[in-house]
């Protein structure tokens, strides 16, 4: 298990970039699948990218405008938003597994067991 505790989030306006960071604890980064997951306003958590050690996916909403990457020398996860929209708008949460994954099941917050807090992210202006 490791405890993982996102940051970064903020308000911005539509078209700005944020990047978020999700510090990990507890385990090396670079041997865990870690996902980001975004929950807008009375919505459930919904895959937004995942890194593992076979590569990286993310959903057809944010390619293009999001990067996930892992920094290992700082045992962290960042996903790096650019264009945001006023629907990237919710809480950002990062999850980590020692599984890897394929396609779109690593996309699926049910097969993540650890996860952070979440961070705040508003694009209005």
């Known amino acids: 298990q490791v405890q993982l505790v996102e940051s970064g989030g903020g308000l911005v306006q539509p078209g700005g970039s944020l990047t978020l960071s999700c510090t990990v604890t507890?385990?090396?980064?670079?041997?865990?699948?870690i996902a980001w997951f975004h929950q807008a306003p009375g919505k459930a958590r919904e895959g937004v990218a995942y890194s593992g050690v076979v590569g990286t996916y993310y959903d057809d909403s944010v390619k293009g405008r999001f990067t996930i990457s892992k920094d290992k020398a700082k045992n962290a996860a960042y996903l790096q938003m650019i264009n945001l929209r006023p629907e990237d708008t919710g809480v950002y949460f990062c999850a980590a597994e020692p599984r890897v994954f394929q396609g779109t099941t690593g996309m699926e917050a049910r097969v993540y067991d650890d996860w952070g807090q979440g961070t705040q992210v508003t694009v209005s202006s």
């Open positions: 507890g385990g090396a980064v670079d041997v865990y699948t």
